[in-house]
């Protein structure tokens, strides 16, 4: 079993910056997957960015790509979402996933495991 716990959202206005953290415990495999998915109200649940516990690999979506960072500090268990130059439209919840198989994909339905979510309000 796997417990994930984000945190670091918050309200900020356009332009500003945000970490999100995800603090991973339980049975964490070095070859599992972990991404980061926003949903905003009245929309469904989209991949930002994934990372692969051993080596790093990443993924982003267009719309993350040149802005935010998808990190992870192994000591730690912890996996980060850097976010710069934020937009109104990057306003959601933001969720923590693991996926066991380790595939970085895009599709939620994949990962096996989610934390609460945390709010990130961006304002213009």
């Known amino acids: 079993q796997v417990q994930l716990v984000e945190s670091g959202g918050g309200l900020v206005q356009a332009g500003d910056s945000l970490r999100l953290s995800c603090a991973a415990s339980?049975?964490?495999?070095?070859?599992?997957?972990m991404g980061w998915f926003r949903q905003a109200p009245g929309k469904e649940r989209a991949f930002v960015a994934a990372i692969r516990w051993s080596g790093g690999t990443t993924n982003y979506a267009d719309s993350a790509k040149g802005r935010f960072t998808i990190s992870r500090d192994n000591a730690k268990n912890t996996v980060y979402l850097q976010m710069n130059s934020l937009k109104p439209e990057d306003t959601a919840v933001y969720y923590c996933?693991?996926?066991?198989?380790?595939?970085?994909?895009?599709?939620?339905?994949?990962?096996?495991?989610w934390g609460q979510g945390t709010q990130v309000t961006v304002s213009s």
């Open positions: 339980g049975r964490i495999f070095s070859y599992y997957g």
């Open positions: 996933a693991a996926d066991q198989q380790g595939s970085l994909t895009r599709w939620a339905t994949t990962y096996e495991y």
